[in-house]
Nanobody
């Protein structure tokens, strides 16, 4: 079982940057695919980025070129660096951990952290 705790959400102006962190604890997660999803009011939760244990990354088209996912295996932390933020990036961001053969929806989600992009 893996536990996820997100932090770093904040209010930021359009064009600004923010880095989210996800502290990972538990056992057996070294093989997991780690990811970040987001959910805006009235919308379904969507996966925006993920990284496998081998370092293979995935980005949704809406964030490609602006967001970067990374891991620090010493600190057991997953990061999401978000640059050139837009108002449409406003959402609750959730950390996700799943086994390689699972879809993101079947994995474990954290409690979420709010990101608001507004002037």
């Amino acid at each position: 079982q893996v536990q996820l705790v997100e932090s770093g959400g904040n209010l930021v102006q359009p064009g600004g940057s923010l880095r989210l962190s996800c502290a990972v604890s538990g056992s057996g997660y070294s093989i997991y695919v780690m990811g970040w999803g987001r959910q805006a009011p009235g919308n379904e939760r969507e996966l925006v980025a993920s990284i496998s244990s081998e370092g293979t990354t995935y980005y949704a088209d809406s964030v490609k070129g602006r967001f970067t996912i990374s891991t620090d295996n010493v600190k057991n932390t997953v990061y999401l660096q978000m640059n050139s933020l837009k108002p449409e990036d406003t959402a609750v961001y959730y950390c996700n951990a799943r086994k390689p053969w699972q879809g993101a929806a079947a994995g474990t989600w954290g409690q979420g952290t709010q990101v608001t992009v507004s002037s």
